[in-house]
C-alpha cells in the first residue's frame, strides 16, 4: 500500500538540524571531536532555586496527573507580573496570557487558526523557519520582506506592495532577531503597530530572547506600544532567559481574540506540562533574576572573542547587542554558505550554520552562536582560523 501524504504537507522538508544533527552523529561515529557553534540551545543550567523547586514538586503525590492546558491561574499571574516588572505592561491572565508546551508551538499554530489559503502571511527573511513553515501548512501565500544590512536588518514596511498588504493577515516580527542578532528600537514597533493596524493585520512578535542582553542595552516589547493588543500577539520563552530550553515553557500574550483561538485550537492538541515544571517555571518568573545579568556577561565573553576572531580572519558583522548569536557575512572569496559550512565541518570538525537556511537574503551569510564554553570555544576558533589560512 503507497502511503500518501496529505498535500499540504507533501513539499515539507525536515527541519535543517535534524539533518545536521544525522550528519554530525555519523562524523562523531567516524572518531571525529565536532564542536557545535550551529544550534542556540543553552549550555548552562537554570538557576539552582528553579531546579530545587522542580525537584520538590515532583515528590508530591498529587501532582502527577494530568496539567492545566495552556497553563495554571498561578503560572499565568506569574507571566502576567513578569511583564509588568520588566516592561511596564499589565496583562489580563485570564484573556490576554496562554502558556505554551514551547513557544514552538504557539508560532506554529497561530497561522493555523488565523490564516485561510490564499490569505498572505509577511515573513522576515532570513528568519526562524517555523514561521513560513506554519503559514505554508494552512496554506497561505508568502511574502518575503528582506532584512538587510542596509535597513540595519529591520523589514522596510514602505517596500511591501499595497496590493500585498491588502491581503495579508499575519506578520512576524522577531526582535532581538534570530538569525542576524539585530536589536529594533521602540520607534521601529511602533511604526509596526501603526501599519498593521492600516491593512488588519495580525503582528506576531517572537520575543525569547528580551532578556539576553549585552553592554548595557534592554531590549523593549512590542506590547509596550500604546493599544498594541489590538493588533498584536507577543511569544516568549523560558528557554532562553531561565537556561530552560528542554523545560519547554513559553507564553502567547496580547491580544484576547487570538489567544482565545490558540487555546481553543491548543485544548484539542494537547493535555498541558507536567505540573511539577508549571511549578518551577513560576519559580524561575518570581524568583531572584540577578543571575541572569551574570549568564550574559558570560554570553559577552564568548561574543566579543568570536568577533575578534572573525574580524582578523576577514568577516564583516555589527556587534551584536542581544540574542545568543553572531551574523557574519563570509570573507572576499567565499559566496556559498552552505558550501562553506559543509567543507568546515567536514576538515575541522567545527559545526556552524549557513545563513541561506534561514532565507535567500542569508545568502553569503553564517550564524555562529554563543553557547559553547570559552575553552571549547577556542579550540573552534583556532580550528576556523587555522583552516581558512591553509585555504587562502
Known amino acids: ?113 488565523l490564516v485561510d489559503p490564499d490569505d498572505y502571511v509577511l515573513v522576515p527573511d532570513p528568519c526562524y523557519p517555523v514561521y513560513a513553515v506554519g503559514a505554508k501548512v494552512a496554506q497561505a501565500e508568502i511574502y518575503s520582506m528582506p ?94 532567559t531561565y537556561n530552560m530550553a528542554g523545560w519547554r515553557v513559553g507564553v502567547a500574550c496580547g491580544n484576547p481574540d487570538v489567544i482565545r483561538l490558540l487555546r481553543t ?18 519559580a524561575a518568573l518570581k524568583g531572584d533574576q540577578d543571575w541572569i545579568q551574570q549568564r550574559n556577561m558570560v554570553y559577552q565573553e564568548r561574543r566579543d572573542m568570536i568577533v575578534e576572531t572573525l574580524k582578523r580572519m576577514g568577516f564583516s558583522m555589527e556587534i551584536p547587542k542581544a540574542s545568543l548569536y553572531v551574523w557574519a557575512k563570509l570573507p572576499a572569496g567565499w559566496q556559498d554558505s552552505i558550501a562553506f559550512c559543509d567543507l568546515l565541518l567536514n576538515e575541522t570538525g567545527v559545526s556552524i550554520t549557513p545563513g541561506v537556511v534561514y532565507g535567500s537574503s542569508g545568502a553569503g551569510y553564517v550564524r555562529i552562536s554563543l553557547v559553547t564554553p570559552v575553552k571549547r570555544l577556542e579550540i573552534a576558533m583556532q580550528r576556523i582560523e587555522s583552516w581558512m589560512k591553509e585555504k587562502v
Open 265 to 282: 485550537y491548543k485544548s484539542q492538541q494537547d493535555s498541558s506540562h507536567f505540573q511539577p515544571i508549571m511549578i518551577a517555571a513560576e
Open 147 to 240: 532584512l538587510l544590512a542596509k535597513n540595519n536588518f529591520l523589514p522596510d514596511f514602505d517596500a511591501i506592495p499595497v496590493e500585498i498588504a491588502q491581503k495579508a493577515k499575519l506578520m512576524w516580527l522577531d526582535y532581538p532577531n534570530n538569525p542576524t542578532g539585530a536589536v529594533a528600537p521602540y520607534a521601529f514597533f511602533e511604526k509596526a503597530v501603526a501599519y498593521a493596524k492600516k491593512f488588519n493585520i495580525v503582528i506576531a512578535h517572537d520575543a525569547p530572547y528580551v532578556d539576553v542582553c549585552f553592554d548595557g542595552y534592554e531590549a523593549p516589547s512590542i506590547l509596550q506600544v500604546p493599544n498594541a493588543r489590538e493588533v498584536a500577539v507577543e511569544f516568549n520563552s523560558l528557554s532562553k
Open 1 to 113: 500500500m503507497e502511503i500518501k501524504p496529505a498535500q499540504r504537507v507533501s513539499e515539507i522538508k525536515p527541519y535543517f538540524f535534524a539533518d545536521l544533527n544525522k550528519t554530525i552523529a555519523k562524523l562523531k561515529a567516524s572518531g571525529m571531536d565536532v564542536i557545535r557553534l550551529d544550534i542556540g540551545s543553552p549550555d548552562l543550567p537554570p538557576a539552582d532555586h528553579i531546579i530545587e523547586s522542580l525537584v520538590e514538586a515532583a515528590r508530591r503525590p498529587d501532582l502527577h496527573g494530568y496539567g492545566q492546558a495552556g497553563g495554571t491561574a498561578s503560572l499565568r499571574v506569574a507571566f502576567s507580573e513578569y511583564y509588568k516588572d520588566r516592561f511596564d505592561v499589565d496583562l489580563d491572565p485570564d484573556l490576554e496570557v496562554l502558556g505554551l508546551i514551547g513557544s514552538k508551538e504557539g508560532i506554529f499554530n497561530i497561522s493555523q487558526v
